[in-house]
């Protein structure tokens, strides 16, 4: 409306509801001088109370709540500065302190208006659902808010400027003034409704993603005390053999099993391992099964990358060679030899076993090669991957595993 005025009126009663924003101009900074005049100390406290709301703000407010203070500031300071720049450069043709001081208690109404919409959303707990009737709300809530918002105008103007409330909701001149605030007050609603349905959504996909990966630990725990047993059980299976054929290294066999024992127990605690340690683990156990087989067993390990920095599963790498003894050395009458190759592909890690014997896909259903398939399924999806063939004579298991 201020628009179709071109001409300050001279004050003193004016009624016309188009002159309205200079008439309570006029008042106003006789009104901020007064209260300056009365006390001279008032700057110097307005001063240092600024001051301590900026230190209260920074220290105290959560970071999400002084963003949204900051961007109600933003926002409503931009509406002064659009509207006192229109005034200026195309009605007026000349700066008014008086005017912009009017459009700055308009944007305090605003915000005072905003932040209590706001608030009466968080009270009543409205759920944020993307949907055709969350912005038919938006739309209505909107006028609503116009409506209130030129209604706070109109009393403010009583209040300053003298003018009769009844005067100024002529019907023309009240939906006019309700289309001028829409434009301000619809960029509110619509930046706000679309932050909270982006973070409903956003809290939404992080929950899911909390309640897989609770879903994938506890599927590993199961799946690492399967393998426990599994492991203990061959391992005395191996000691009762060598107790028959020789006590005094049966003794040092028991050793070596507490060792692993030990580190079997340890792991149950995570995820991943340094891989030398995994390596230094399965020696050990392939040193024991070494003691059972004597010289029907020979192995060898070969590091063709540097493996400080790489993890892999727990005990994954040691389920390989406990299969590879027992369905491989163990069903061989002259015993054979197990190689462990360990390379890298940039960020991949290549971990080949192979041992003598031969591998019957039909009749595998040995509880050691589903724990590690199922462990890489809920550690890397579709990354990792383990596969098992037939070449050159011999048995090759290839373990794929992404960097992590």
Known sequence: MLLRHNKLCTGNGCSNRLCRPPCVAYAL????????SQKP???VRSLALEHDLRTFISSNLKPTLKTYWLCQLAGWIGFVLIEVSNYTFFIAGKFSASLALVFSMHAAAGLLLTHGYRWYLRRTRYQWKASSRIWIKAIIDTLVLSCLQTLLAD?????????????????????GSVYNWMRYIGVWVIIYYMYQLLKTSSEAEKALLKAESKSRTAELELLKAQLNPHFLFNALNSIKALVSIDPEKSRTAIVQLSEILRFTLQYSRDQL?????????TAKYLALEQLRYGSRLTTHIDK?????????????????????????IGQLENGGHIDIIVADDGPWLYITMRNSGQY????????????????????YQDRGSLHIQNHAGAVEALLKIPQS
């Open 41 to 43: 100390n008032l700057m």
């Open 155 to 175: 009393l403010m103007y009583t209040i300053v400027g003298g003018i009769n409330f009844l005067k100024q909701l002529e019907l023309i001149d009240f939906v």
């Open 304 to 328: 063709r990358t540097d493996v400080a920095h790489w993890m892999v599963p727990p005990a994954m790498l040691l389920t390989l060679a406990e299969n590879a003894v027992k369905h491989g």
């Open 29 to 36: 900074p006789w009104l901020v001088l007064s209260s300056f």
């Open 360 to 379: 019957h896909p039909q009749g595998s259903s040995g509880l050691g090669l589903k724990q590690i398939r199922a462990r890489l399924e809920a550690l």
């Open 273 to 281: 391992i340094p891989l030398e340690q995994e390596l230094a683990e």
